[in-house]
């Protein structure tokens, strides 16, 4: 028969060790002897030996045990533990195990969760889009139950405190395997990690804690925004779990086509074409043009080029979020060719192209 080690001499650590010597020691040591990290022929047998002194060494009871009576104090308390295991499975994996070992095993209740974000799109012109516009939206969402005030009980009864994971929300699960045995912690599959049980529940909701509702809502667009922009309402989404925050509601803005009004990509700058005569870009004029204000006039100089960019300054989309501040208006000038002429106006084309020609 095989004489134990001592189990402190197993983890390397002295008899008066606190707690996190021997966490950290046991650590280093299953690091050292993990079977899919060392490839000796006595790692498995190393790997359960630091397993099992660090089952006794980090347990109060029976480390105290250990030490009045050396291995005989803690020989029957193999596999022993606290209330709240669920069972373990004797075929446990190695991923298991290690998980064990280096996982957090923060026991905790389930944290509150924001709801999720609810959809909605809103179509507009292209001037309702600049000067901005209040447009309705029909939302349809989850809101928390007006009945129970989303504590899923029925009015009048409470909650129970789960009998499972006694009200922490977690139980501890052992598993045992050819090295050894292992505890980890998991939600708990009675309460699903809150901590409670609804005994009685809501007869408004169906112990939900909230109900589908459809609501018209308000929503201000505001002034300068672009095609595709996404607006935010927060707190207008799904209703939150666990007493988190609602989500919010995203409105998507779709901006419609002008008749002969552009948008410069995303800026606050309004493109126009001007289809103008040979004689009014030759000689020069002042043309009536269209703008997001009325109608108003533009100065054509004369010489101007088919092509030419003419700027109408402030006449834009004012600049989202910048009150106060706007676009140019910016008018590329065509100079249009007629296909069409009468005999005088024939001409006197011919008698401008032969004053032309002296010319050169």
């Known amino acids: 028969m095989t004489t134990k080690r001592d189990y402190y001499d197993v983890l390397g650590v002295g008899a008066q060790a606190s707690e996190e010597d021997i966490r950290k020691a046991f650590r280093q040591k299953a690091m050292e002897y993990h079977p899919d990290r060392n490839k000796a022929s006595d790692a498995s047998e190393r790997f359960k030996e630091v397993n099992e002194a660090y089952q006794v060494l980090s347990d109060p009871e029976r480390r105290k045990q250990y030490d009045r009576f050396g291995h005989a104090g803690v020989r029957n308390g193999a596999g022993q533990g606290a209330g709240g295991f669920e069972g373990f499975d004797i075929f446990g994996g190695f991923g298991d195990i290690f998980d064990a070992f280096f996982g957090s095993g923060t026991a905790s209740r389930t944290p509150p969760r924001q709801g999720d974000d609810v959809r909605a799109a809103v179509n507009v012109t292209f001037e309702e889009a600049a000067f901005g516009i209040e447009r309705e939206v029909d939302v349809s969402r989850t809101e928390q139950c007006p009945t129970c005030n989303g504590s899923r009980a029925e009015p009048g009864t409470q909650p129970e405190t789960c009998g499972n994971c006694n009200g922490s929300g977690r139980v501890r699960r052992m598993q045992r395997s050819m090295f050894g045995q292992f505890v980890t912690e998991a939600a708990c599959n009675v309460c699903g990690g809150e901590g409670r049980r609804i005994t009685t529940p809501c007869s408004e909701c169906k112990g939900a804690g909230h109900k589908r509702a459809r609501h018209r809502l308000q929503v201000s667009v505001p002034a300068g925004v672009y095609d595709g922009a996404l607006l935010e309402l927060r707190g207008q989404g799904h209703a939150g779990m666990f007493g988190g925050p609602p989500g919010s509601l ?12 552009k948008r410069r990509e995303n800026s606050a700058d309004v493109l126009l074409d001007l289809n103008v005569t040979f004689p009014h870009a030759a000689l020069g004029a002042e043309i009536e043009v ?5 109608m108003d006039n533009i100065k054509v100089p004369a010489g101007t080029q088919s092509g030419e960019v003419l700027r109408m300054k402030g006449r834009g989309i004012p600049h989202l979020g910048r009150e106060g501040r706007r676009g140019d208006q910016l008018v590329t000038v065509r100079v249009a060719t007629p296909d069409k002429l009468s005999k005088e106006q024939k001409k006197l084309l011919e008698e401008l192209q032969r004053s032309f020609d002296k010319k050169n």
Do not use: R, Y
């Open 250 to 261: 995203i409105v998507g803005v779709h901006v419609q086509p002008h008749g002969w009004f």
């Open 290 to 294: 269209p703008t997001l204000d009325g």
